[in-house]
């Protein structure tokens, strides 16, 4: 117990795809040199078929939130009618940036662990012709919940309105068809499923929401879209880049291409499967009532503090795992599953889960949660004639 290696097992950022890390140390190139160019060129082309999409694609400096920000500040203009559906604290966070910009949102907003219905937001656009956008959450990470985008999307795509969807761990957990289910506008991020540090937001972006760009006029300057996309045309972008994430970022993408965008989304998908039966094999809750795969959000037994749990992943494994974010703090601790997991990770999760579970009293049959890991990996991936030993 006296070696601990340290290991990142958070909703973001995640592990690090070792390749893109190492490329990360040829940073001293130019930013408007051919070099330059050459790289950022292919880095839009590789996302643009990562995403499956024919919308531009185009990337920013900033986190998550910047993409965000962007996608409210060149759509919309101060007064817009919109929809906030709102689930969690990343659903909070389009609200305020709503109300930042001045946007007046309808906001339609399920508890903590539920998600806003569909039916819901077709019952708003069908009442208010006035909408100009909806926004949401394709991968709520503060509760481990998803929306159903695809059904929102289709009943966006048949108004004027335009579908603003957070995906920033949605992308590489959950099939997103962003072209055939209207998702207008989809946004990354890097520390997520795409397995590099934090620093680049980017988007896809349809023609149906450039039209509406036309005339939106809440000001912009940094994150000035119309202006990003003549830049990236050029294989450049407007300001200086962060060159040592976009050398990075063009190993992961590699990755992501070699196994699959869908093995990656299936990947996370199982992972996620097999936490949610290890957690009930111990006998402990899911938070969600309609969990996704990029984060699994479990209740700790009765009268134990989450956070007790995620201070003892730390001290007796040095591994780094997330409690509740603002009131759902103490109530939940979270495991993730997007990006670079595998079942070795999980494995070692949860059956330290069980030790820390047994530490603090809880009654633990060791080994139980583990078998069910145990049984989703035979189940996917042993030829179905292999003995199990039970
Ligand atoms: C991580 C995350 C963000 C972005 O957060 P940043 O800290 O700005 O990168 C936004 N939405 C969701 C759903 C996220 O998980």
Redesign the pocket.
């Known amino acids: 117990m006296h070696i601990k290696k340290q290991r990142l097992l958070t ?2 950022p995640t592990p690090l795809l070792p390749a893109a890390l190492h490329a990360m140390m040829g940073s001293d190139i130019h930013h408007r040199t051919e070099d330059f160019r050459n790289l950022y060129k292919q880095v839009l082309a590789d996302l643009k078929t990562v995403l499956a999409t024919a919308h531009d694609v185009l990337v920013l400096v900033a ?4 993409g ?1 920000e962007a996608a409210v500040q060149n759509f919309f203009s101060p007064g817009d009618e919109v929809i906030v559906c709102s689930a969690g604290k ?1 659903g909070e ?1 389009w609200v305020d940036l709503a109300k930042a910009f001045g946007l007046k949102a309808t906001v339609l907003s399920a508890p903590y662990g539920d998600a806003v219905s569909p039916a819901a937001v077709e019952e708003v656009l069908a009442r208010n012709k006035n909408i100009r956008g909806v926004f949401v ?1 394709a ?3 503060s509760t481990g919940s998803q929306h159903d985008v695809k059904s929102m999307g289709l009943a966006v795509k048949k108004t004027g309105a335009i579908f603003v969807v ?1 995906a ?2 949605g992308l590489g957990t959950m099939p997103l068809e962003i072209d055939a289910w209207g998702l207008d506008i989809v946004i990354g ?1 890097s ?2 499923a795409f397995m590099i540090p ?1 620093g680049l ?1 980017f988007l896809s972006i349809s023609p149906k929401a450039w039209a509406l760009s036309e005339s939106a006029t809440s000001p912009r300057y940094y994150f000035d879209l119309r202006k990003e996309r003549k830049s990236a045309a050029g294989g450049e972008s407007s300001w200086t880049p962060n060159t040592s994430l976009l050398l990075a970022f063009a190993e992961a993408l590699k990755y992501i291409q070699s196994i699959g965008m869908d093995k990656l989304v299936e990947n996370a998908q199982l992972l996620a499967h097999a936490t949610r039966q290890a957690v009930r094999a111990l006998g402990l809750e899911l938070f969600s009532t309609s969990p996704g795969s990029s984060v699994t959000a479990v209740r700790p037994p009765a009268g134990m503090d989450s956070g007790v749990i995620v201070k003892q992943y730390r001290s007796r494994f040095n591994a780094i795992i997330t409690n509740g974010q603002g009131s759902m703090k103490g109530q939940i601790f979270r495991l993730a599953h997007l990006g670079y997991f595998d079942f070795h990770d999980l494995f070692a999760v949860i059956a330290e889960l069980e030790i820390i579970l047994a530490a603090e009293g809880y009654p633990v049959r060791f080994g139980s949660g583990v078998a069910a890991v145990q049984n989703v990996y035979a189940e996917a991936a042993l030829p179905k004639e292999a003995p199990l030993l039970v």
């Open positions: 909703p973001g986190s998550g939130t910047g965000l990343f966070r959450q991968s709520e990470t957070d920033i761990t991020g520390q997520k934090p937001a």
